[in-house]
């Protein structure tokens, strides 16, 4: 998934953990895109922010949510990537209906 991430484009991680996949697309989509990785946990996404500043990533942003929930506004995001994460969510129409509604039209 991460080689179809381009330069400019908004990427959005559901459950990014430390953040590490983030860290990893926010290089490919460079200073002219973004990153955004949404955990349901706060101490997963004390390690993120605390990992973004530790090695300076400045294009992404860290949000407390659900993945069945997304605080994420409509057809805002490029890329959907997710590593492991998917699986454990008990309703999984309703993680997919969430990553459609976010997704621009072409999104990928």
């Known amino acids: 998934a991460l080689g179809k991430i381009k330069e400019g ?4 991680d559901l459950g990014s953990g430390a953040g590490f996949d ?3 697309a926010a290089k490919r989509v ?3 895109g973004s990153v955004i990785g949404v955990d349901m946990t706060e101490e997963m996404l004390a390690k ?10 400045k294009n992404v942003e860290f949000r407390q949510g659900d993945i069945e929930d997304l ?3 409509d057809s805002s995001i490029d890329v959907i990537i997710s590593n492991c994460v998917i699986n454990l969510a008990p ?3 309703k993680v997919f209906a ?5 997704l621009k039209p072409g999104g990928r």
């Open 9 to 12: 484009d908004i990427v959005l």
């Open 98 to 102: 969430e990553a459609y509604r976010v």
């Open 48 to 57: 993120a922010r605390n990992n973004a500043l530790q090695y300076g990533y």
């Open 22 to 24: 983030a860290f990893l």
């Open 30 to 32: 460079g200073e002219s």
């Open 91 to 93: 309703d999984k129409d």
């Open 71 to 73: 605080p994420i506004d």
